[in-house]
């Protein structure tokens, strides 16, 4: 998923890779509604201390997700999935500059400059994201990136573009519409093994009006759905929806009825409920989402960020809950490549930490008191 310029540093954990270039049971068709089971097996795990271990340089093809401990040029590190914990090479970062990793860790964009995080080795970008006020997704096969860039003027639309290696970026279209608060089109998902990029245009407190799903190499419209945006009593926001990482699935949570609908793209159905739930991300295949339980017509803010928990949406069985009443989800999150596992930021009575969840319900603290993380997965937070 992508950011919004105003809320992307603090989406560490969710991005794709660039190369030398810059270099449901719900069952098919059915709508029945789930609701998580409160009976349902449910393993938890106490935060255990915060490793003292650092490694050196990240191994080639080990994937990590990458945080700050420290929010400067050399605080920034790196998790692999099983829990390894990596320094990452001194970076040219000043204070709010736009950060972007690639979902599997190796590179980190920092305007129009990328990292190698385990070499350190410096290649640009065609574009500088700092000037041009241009928002970078990394595709799903860390090669291609997906750009959003804002046309001058209150609600003017955002161009969206699709970059292949070592080529010029192509513009896909105009879309949605941005201003002061507002994101307008934002990339939920950039897609590159099924040629697609899937995005939404946002208002200023996450609700969503339209989604598209457009074609990489034609910029063909292949999928648009509108959604209301006053279901709030108090006429304030509609629909948050976010994107499973290869762009099968959306997850709709309205704010009106607190809770979220699951529905597949293909063939625009609904494929499952989750009552009394906001959805925060999916996994990598789209089995799982992280949620938290949402009361209905939430006024002030919109969003839920308490107790978050990893639901099967097809069953409703949650696989795994935060720990101890009261743990609240940063907003960060990202989807491990290829498998089931989801990181995030989780703070636990005074500490904010690093946490990583498997789809066995296995979930620990692999570091704490950091800052915050760079994510990959969605920006709407």
């Not at 105003?6 to 719900?26: D, E, K, N, Q, S």
């Not at 639309?157 to 699709?162: A, G, N, V």
């Amino acid at each position: 998923m992508t950011v919004s310029p105003g809320r992307a540093i603090a989406t560490i954990l969710m991005t794709f890779t660039l190369p030398m270039w810059l270099a449901g049971c719900v069952q098919s068709g059915t709508s029945s509604a789930h609701t998580p089971s409160s009976s349902a097996a449910v393993a938890t795990a106490s935060a255990p201390p915060t490793p003292s271990k650092v490694s050196g340089p990240i191994p080639a093809r080990t994937r990590v997700v990458l945080y700050w401990r420290t929010f400067g040029v050399d605080g920034l590190y790196a998790a692999s999935w099983t829990g390894t914990l990596y320094k990452v090479p001194t970076v040219d970062l000043v204070q709010g500059e736009l950060a972007f990793q690639s979902p599997d860790g190796s590179r980190l964009a920092i305007g129009d400059t990328v990292y190698d995080t385990s070499s350190g080795a410096i290649s640009r970008l065609p574009f500088d994201g700092t000037t041009t006020y241009v928002s970078v997704t990394w595709a799903d096969d860390s090669q291609h990136v997906c750009l959003t860039k804002p046309l001058p003027g209150q609600g003017s639309p955002s161009e969206i573009s699709y970059v292949s290696p070592g080529s010029p970026a192509v513009v896909l279209g105009r879309f949605g519409s941005q201003g002061q608060q507002v994101p307008g089109a934002t990339v939920l998902a950039c897609v590159a093994t099924s040629n697609r990029v899937v995005v939404a245009n946002v208002g200023g407190l996450n609700d969503t009006s339209d989604v598209w799903v457009l074609d990489t190499t034609t910029g063909a419209i292949q999928y648009h759905r509108s959604y209301p945006t006053s279901t709030k009593t108090n006429g304030n926001v509609g629909v948050f929806v976010v994107a499973s990482p290869d762009g099968q699935f959306l997850a709709e949570t309205d704010a009106a009825t607190g809770s979220a609908t699951i529905r597949r793209v293909a063939d625009d159905s609904v494929v499952g409920r989750l009552s009394g739930m906001e959805v925060h991300g999916f996994s990598w295949h789209g089995d799982l989402v992280l949620a938290t339980s949402r009361p209905p017509d939430l006024s002030i803010v919109n969003s839920t960020t308490t107790d978050p928990g990893l639901i099967d949406w097809r069953t409703g069985r949650t696989v795994w809950h935060s720990p101890p009443s009261g743990a609240s989800f940063g907003g960060r999150l990202a989807a491990q490549p290829g498998g089931e596992g989801i990181a995030l930021d989780l703070r636990v009575g005074q500490h904010e930490g690093i946490w990583m969840v498997g789809p066995d319900g296995q979930g620990h603290a692999v570091d704490q008191d950091i800052q915050f993380l760079v994510t990959v997965l969605i920006g709407l937070v």
